[in-house]
């Protein structure tokens, strides 16, 4: 991802001084899955990382250089109709630039379709 203002034509008093017009991040995900673990179930685990390799956003003020996350999970597929998943997302960095450092959490969800 690339973040970049062009111009600011108004409020310009209201940015945060030290902020960089652009910055640079990214995200990988890797998501490997098992057909038919046992009848009718299929595992995926989603690993995801993301960083901020450039620059501290002027857009977002969570998005600072040298900051980023990581993602894992398991998600289990039930009959293509019951899908449940629960993942860990955890924030690192510096606590002074990374602002989610103390934020990390687990997510669950469970879902149907018809």
């Not at 940015?15 to 640079?24: E, L, N, V, W």
């Not at 993301?50 to 620059?55: Q, T």
Request: glycine share 10%.
């Amino acid at each position: 991802m690339i973040n970049h203002v062009a111009d600011i034509d108004r409020n310009r008093a209201s940015i945060r001084p030290g902020r960089d017009r652009t910055s640079f991040g990214g995200r990988i995900v890797f998501e490997p899955e098992y057909f038919e673990v046992f009848p009718g179930v299929s595992i995926t685990t989603p690993v995801g990382l993301g960083y901020v390799f450039a620059g501290d956003s002027l857009i977002n003020g969570a998005q600072n250089e040298q900051t980023g996350d990581v993602e894992v999970g398991v998600r289990v597929q039930y009959r293509q109709s019951w899908s449940g998943e629960i993942s860990y997302t955890n924030y690192f960095g510096a606590p002074d630039r990374q602002f989610l450092t103390h934020r990390d959490f687990i997510s669950i969800s469970i879902r149907r379709t018809f």
